[in-house]
């Protein structure tokens, strides 16, 4: 299967400053890259993809990179603001026994400082 | 508000016992995934159905099943409960059968004594 590893666990960041979040994966032939936001007590919120015949996105204060070459790709998230503060998570898209499926890493706590 | 619900939020429940867990897609969507969040595992893929047939299946246990009814919205059934299985369950829902554009619900969170 697919794995993906997540760094840092968690982030702090004075409000305005940016925050990157950066995933790696295994599968090199994984080809959708999705970043969740999870708030408390809530359910993962998509806020970006992006795959793999595309090597930047961007949506408003946050952008995705990926590197297909080095298998990973990164959250950017510039003039934070206390509203970011969540749990961050990157998965990948991988094929296994003719079926897809999403590996998640392990999430990043990013916290915003007023 | 995602557009997908489950019900109930909160479970409590014995070891051994059996329980439901119910979820409703977002309109037009076909496929309903089932995901397991635990603070030691993460969020790991339990199982998909899209259209009423199972279609992939991840770390689901056998003690675990699930079932995608006419009208679309799924029950996860959970059986011979242990303490390990105390755990959000999330239900995600996406237009098409490949993973993509997954949107989540709230999730049940369960809690096993």
């Known amino acids: 299967g697919e794995n993906v590893e997540q760094h840092p666990s968690t982030l702090s960041v004075q409000e305005g400053d940016s925050a990157v979040i950066k995933c790696t994966y295994s599968d090199s032939a994984s080809n959708y890259f999705p970043w969740y936001k999870q708030e408390l007590g809530k359910g993962p919120q998509l806020i970006i993809d992006?795959?793999?015949?595309?090597g930047e996105k961007k949506d408003q204060r946050i952008a995705v990179t990926l590197n297909k070459t080095a298998k990973h790709f990164s959250l950017h998230i510039t003039e934070t603001q206390p509203e970011d503060s969540a749990v961050y998570f990157c998965a990948a898209r991988y094929l296994l026994s003719n079926d897809y499926k999403l590996s998640f890493g392990a999430g990043t706590t990013v916290t915003v400082r007023a | 508000d995602s557009g997908v619900t489950q019900t109930p939020k909160h479970l409590i429940t014995a070891t051994g016992q059996r329980v439901t867990l119910r979820c409703s897609p977002r309109?037009?969507?076909?496929?309903v995934y089932w995901y397991q969040q635990s603070l030691d595992q993460g969020l790991q893929f339990l199982i998909q159905?899209?259209?009423?047939?199972?279609?992939a299946k991840g770390n689901i246990l056998e003690r675990f099943s699930a079932q995608q009814f006419p009208d679309l919205h799924s029950e996860l059934n959970l059986s011979s409960l242990e303490l390990g299985d105390s755990a959000l369950y999330f239900c995600?829902?996406?237009?098409?059968?490949?993973?993509?554009?997954?949107?989540f619900g709230p999730g049940t969170r369960l809690t096993v004594l």
């Open positions: 995600a829902s996406s237009v098409g059968l490949a993973h993509t554009e997954q949107f």
């Open positions: 309109s037009g969507d076909l496929s």
């Open positions: 159905y899209y259209n009423g047939e199972e279609r």
């Open positions: 992006i795959r793999s015949n595309v």
